[in-house]
Structure formats: structure tokens, C-alpha cells
């Protein structure tokens, strides 16, 4: 059972637009949220995580939004640039449950230059 | 200061046989988690150690395992190898256990090959 899911295997998005990744949980015992980017042959690199009790964080070019009712986060990127090209996971936590991370299935990004 | 370090990189074993994989994690950092990376499981959570002892676990047959040592290495064992062993193994430390919400940074995994 996918508690976490990222139903787009991959996007590609023009150089300076927004790239939006979308991510839906089912567990509402979730309450902390992360995205991770990963290039090839290298571990996952923290981008930016969110608390239950806020639906927006903001990080440079980066921001990733948290709608608890319908069990949806995303991550915008704005403006896309090369460099972000690559496979950016989201994974959620229950703090006050099993704690540990449950991660999606990933989604790669190309940036078209 | 350095990140988090995994021996070998590259791995290729037979059915039947065992593996045991290393993590060094990075400095003052007490917990260390180790995930299955597969195309079309995507991460999933093997188990998670903190001070010595095993806080979470996956849901991953016996045959998975690991310890940590008191300086925070942590192996991974794998008995009995099966075809479908073949994957990423990534470990990630962080400061604390993540069930506080700790930012976990990832090693560059081992690549497994069983045939």
C-alpha cells in the first residue's frame, strides 16, 4: 500500500517557467513533510520540508505547499532552471506515530533549455 | 565537514550469498537510517538505529539486518541474497531520530548486484 504517492513519473518544464511537482498521502497521521532532489549515482539532498501546522513554506526559488484536507502537497519551482533536472522524491513522517519516513516513488524533472 | 560515507560503492554477488554494507555517518550525528532504492519501489525504509539501538523497522524480511557500533557506523546484513536484492542501499544520518522531524542527509548508496 503506497501511503505515499507521486502519480507523475516525470515532467518537463521550459527553463524560467514554474515547475510544480505533486505528491498525495493517504495517512493522516502525517504531519511533517519533505522533498528531495536526487541526481544520479548520489544519495538524496534535502530541498525543503513542511509542518502540519503551516501550508506554506518558503525557501529561495523553491516553495512547497501543504493542503491537509485534500492530503496534497507540492513543490513549485520558479524560475526552473538546468540544473534542477533530476528525481525529487517527497516523503512524510508521523511524528507522534511510526516516525519513520515513508517515500514516494519519485518524479523525474527536465528542464528544457 | 565530511557527509556521509558508503563502503563499496559497487557490489556484485551471487544468489545464496550474504553482504554486510558500511555507514559512516557524519560527525555528531547519532542516527542513521538505511533505505532500498528499486525502480519501481522507489525509497523504502529498511530500519533506522540511534544510540546502538534499532527505533524503527521496515517491513522487509529477516533476512534484512543491521547494528550500530558506539561511534554511529552502522552495517547493513543481507543473508541468502535473492535476484530482486539488487538495488540502491542508501544510508542517511541526522542529528537525532527523525521522529522529531530531524533533516536526514543521504551517503551516495551501494549499488547491489545479485545474479
Known amino acids: 500500500d503506497q501511503q505515499v504517492k507521486q502519480n507523475s513519473p516525470s515532467l518537463s518544464v521550459q527553463e524560467g517557467r514554474i515547475s510544480i511537482l505533486n505528491c498525495d498521502y493517504t495517512n493522516s497521521m502525517f504531519d511533517y513533510f519533505l522533498w528531495y532532489k536526487k541526481y544520479p549515482a548520489e544519495g538524496p539532498t534535502f530541498l525543503i520540508s513542511?509542518?502540519?501546522?503551516?501550508d506554506k513554506n518558503e525557501d529561495g526559488r523553491f516553495t512547497v505547499f501543504l493542503n491537509k484536507s485534500a492530503k496534497h502537497l507540492s513543490l513549485h519551482i520558479v524560475p526552473s532552471q538546468p540544473g534542477d533536472s533530476a528525481v525529487y522524491f517527497c516523503?512524510?513522517?508521523?511524528?507522534?506515530?511510526?516516525?519513520?519516513?515513508?517515500f514516494g516513488t519519485g518524479t523525474r524533472l527536465t528542464i528544457i533549455p | 565537514k565530511a557527509g556521509v560515507t558508503q563502503t563499496p560503492r559497487y557490489l556484485i554477488k551471487t544468489r545464496g550469498q550474504q553482504v554486510t554494507l558500511s555507514c559512516s555517518p557524519i560527525?555528531?550525528?547519532?542516527?542513521v537510517s538505511w533505505y532500498q532504492q528499486t525502480p519501481g519501489q522507489g525509497l523504502q525504509f529498511l530500519f533506522e538505529y540511534f544510540s546502538e539501538t534499532q527505533r524503527n523497522k521496515g517491513n522487509f524480511p529477516g533476512r534484512f539486518s543491521g547494528r550500530q557500533f558506539s561511534n554511529s557506523r552502522s552495517e547493513m546484513n543481507v543473508s541468502t541474497l535473492e535476484l530482486g536484492d539488487s538495488a540502491l542501499y542508501l544510508c542517511a544520518s541526522s542529528l537525532s531520530w527523525t521522529g522529531i522531524g530531524e533533516t536526514q542527509y543521504f551517503g551516495p548508496g551501494t549499488r547491489l548486484l545479485v545474479l
Open positions: 516523503a512524510a513522517s508521523a511524528v507522534r506515530g511510526n516516525e519513520k519516513l515513508t
Open positions: 513542511i509542518s502540519s501546522i503551516k
Open positions: 560527525s555528531g550525528h547519532r542516527s
